[in-house]
């Protein structure tokens, strides 16, 4: 069986930063993208940022600039770290991956269970 793991998230005071990571942990023949999304309250899950194996990254506008995704294959960690943090980037976010498992090598898409994210003063 896989699994996501996460942790770092918190409460933390506007322009504060805070350091995400995700850990896959199981029977794991590969990571393909790894990304992380948030959901707020009543708005619809968004992608936060996605890395590939080979290291090329993509985030949504709103957060360029100020977060940076990156990830130790080594490991199967990924890490979002979030500076400058505003009131609207509080949500739950959550750890995605795409994972080569055996004896099948099929491609799983696998979701970790969230943490939360509060920015407030």
């Known amino acids: 069986q896989v699994q996501l793991v996460e942790s770092g998230g918190g409460l933390v005071q506007p322009g504060g930063s805070l350091r995400l990571s995700c850990a896959a942990s199981g029977s794991i023949f590969s990571i393909n993208v790894m990304g992380w999304y948030r959901q707020a309250p009543g708005n619809q899950r968004e992608l936060v940022a996605a890395?590939?194996?080979?290291?090329?990254?993509n985030y949504v506008d709103s957060v360029k600039g100020r977060f940076t995704i990156s990830r130790d294959n080594a490991k199967n960690t990924v890490y979002l770290q979030m500076s400058s943090l505003k009131p609207e980037d509080t949500a739950v976010y959550y750890c995605n991956a795409g994972i080569v498992t055996p004896p099948n090598y099929g491609l799983l898409e696998i979701w970790g269970q969230g943490t939360l994210v509060t920015v407030s003063s």
């Open positions: 890395i590939t194996s080979g290291g090329s990254t």
